[in-house]
T-cell receptor
Framework: GAVVSQHPSRVICKSGTSVKIECRSL??????MFWYRQFPKKSLMLMAT?????????EQGVEKDKFLINHASLTLSTLTVTSAHPEDSSFYIC???????????FGQGTRLTVV | AQSVAQPEDQVNVAEGNPLTVKCTYS??????LFWYVQYPNRGLQFLLKYITGDNLVKGSYGFEAEFNKSQTSFHLKKPSALVSDSALYFCAVRVGAGGYQKVTFGIGTKLQVIP
């Protein structure tokens, strides 16, 4: 199947700093990628839809100025958590679909810990 | 709006016994249904999907699911459970074939296979 790579897999940062997470589709082009946040023992919460060459579409309640999304190419989307706080600590996962009628493929996830 | 319900927070089954993980959905339109599995601190792995056609769908690792339109269900099944099947399972739905269309996930069901 198609491969989506996410980096880093784990990151620890100090409160107030910013962290960038990358999501790459390795063997297909993705005009659309999705960013999810997963809380402990909870389902995936869709944060935003990342659109290549245009602004991301954020879900209700997600701060767009805090979670900056850039989809500069057909194979790369980045999520930057700005001015991170301990409550931003979570598991962040991206996904993309190779094309019409296909399932979504997920990155390995990034465990963010803000101390 | 689309939604997915996984009524069981956890399912326990003895190794070698058949397992069922339940899922019901609500959509306006024809659903595209998916099952994913997640191991600790990992991304989601695709198991199987229903797009159209035969209501019984076979997927990875011996799993299968049956689409029941009248009951709006898509239960995941396996004839003989393995200890290695212990993980978190997510049912998901999407309306439309496009990869740009968002997927809605259930809250997840933890499967525990007891040796």
């Amino acid at each position: 199947g198609a491969v989506v790579s996410q980096h880093p897999s784990r990151v620890i940062c100090k409160s107030g700093t910013s962290v960038k997470i990358e999501c790459r589709s390795l063997d297909f082009q993705a005009t659309t990628m999705f960013w999810y946040r997963q809380f402990p023992k909870k389902s995936l919460m869709l944060m935003a839809t990342s659109n290549e060459g245009s602004k991301a579409t954020y879900e209700q309640g997600v701060e767009k100025d805090k979670f900056l999304i850039n989809h500069a190419s057909l194979t790369l989307s980045t999520l930057t958590v700005t001015s991170a706080h301990p409550e931003d600590s979570s598991f962040y996962i991206c996904s993309a679909s190779p094309g019409r009628g296909t399932e979504a493929f997920f990155g390995q996830g990034t465990r963010l810990t803000v101390v | 709006a689309q939604s997915v319900a996984q009524p069981e927070d956890q399912v326990n089954v003895a190794e070698g016994n058949p397992l069922t993980v339940k899922c019901t959905y609500s959509v306006s339109g024809n659903p595209y249904l998916f099952w994913y599995v997640q191991y600790p601190n990992r991304g989601l792995q695709f198991l199987l999907k229903y797009i159209t056609g035969d209501n019984l769908v076979k997927g990875s690792y011996g799993f299968e699911a049956e689409f029941n339109k009248s009951q709006t269900s898509f239960h995941l099944k396996k004839p003989s459970a393995l200890v290695s099947d212990s993980a978190l399972y997510f049912c998901a739905v999407r309306v439309g074939a496009g990869g740009y269309q968002k997927v809605t996930f259930g809250i997840g069901t933890k499967l525990q296979v007891i040796p």
